[in-house]
């Protein structure tokens, strides 16, 4: 996966398809590194392969839409 735009439209069609509202602003990630998805015990995120830490970017698992 290739820059930022092809970073926003995956997470932002991930978090579509998963109901879940990002919590912080796509456009606060570093542009220049790649990114994982993680799962833990906070819910999921994205970690920045490069410095192996959290990024900005955060899915809120408190959504009504998981609970139906």
């Given amino acids: ?5 092809a970073l926003n439209t ?3 069609t ?4 998963l109901n879940l509202p990002l919590v912080t602003n796509l456009n606060t990630i570093d542009k220049t590194s790649e ?3 993680h799962y833990d015990n906070e819910g999921l995120s994205l970690y920045n392969s490069l410095e192996q830490t959290k990024s900005a970017v ?3 698992f408190d959504s009504p839409a998981l609970h139906r």
Avoid: D, P
């Fill in 1 to 5: 996966m290739s820059g930022v735009g």
């Fill in 10 to 12: 995956y997470n932002l």
């Fill in 14 to 17: 991930l978090a579509k398809e």
């Fill in 35 to 37: 990114f994982y998805l």
């Fill in 58 to 60: 955060r899915f809120n």
